[in-house]
């Protein structure tokens, strides 16, 4: 994955204020550590948190590309740019759809209640032998994972198996 923040803006409805800095990772959890160039912190609002609270300790940290929902918290973050949205969550869906419909490869999916992990890793084994694959890391299948997982999918890989809950 690389795109412009304007570009996101453009793929999830948002609007691109700052910098137009080019990102190449997209990060929600702000306790991850190593987050290197092209990171883009995706900040979120939910029932009993609020990760805008954290815009400042990333940009600290060395992230100069947001996606947010509210643009107080990001005065005074020179050289920063961000991608203001209504709803963090949809906008990364969006983003990952878009960015899904790029692939020119096959994108597998494995749901269902139980072994999905198990699945995913079988058929890693089994066709990376043949060809080039990605598979979602660990057990990205929520709301916030399968996204991530999507936009994780190198340009190289002819198979991408995406695990789904």
């Known amino acids: 994955m690389r795109y412009r923040l304007s570009q996101i ?9 700052g910098a137009d800095v080019e990102v190449c990772d997209v990060v929600t959890d702000s306790r991850s550590c190593g987050f290197g160039d092209g ?27 947001f996606m947010v929902e509210c643009s107080e918290n990001i005065a005074g973050l020179e050289g ?8 963090s969550l949809d906008a990364l869906q969006s983003l990952a759809a878009a960015h899904r419909e790029s692939f020119k ?3 597998v ?16 084994q089994l066709l990376s032998k043949f060809c080039n694959v990605y598979r979602s890391p660990r057990s990205y299948n929520s709301q916030i ?21």
């Open 9 to 17: 803006a453009q793929m999830c409805g948002g609007v691109h204020f």
């Open 39 to 65: 990171a883009m912190f995706v900040a979120m609002k939910g029932v009993n948190h609020d990760s805008h609270n954290f815009l400042g300790d990333m940009y600290q940290s060395g992230v100069r590309a």
């Open 80 to 87: 920063a740019g961000y991608v203001l949205v209504d709803n």
């Open 105 to 107: 490869g096959v994108v």
């Open 109 to 124: 999916g494995i749901t269902g209640s139980n072994g999905k992990t198990v699945v995913k890793e079988w058929l890693y």
């Open 145 to 165: 994972g399968v996204p991530l997982s999507l936009l994780m999918i190198p340009e190289s890989s002819e198979i991408a198996i995406i695990e789904a809950g």
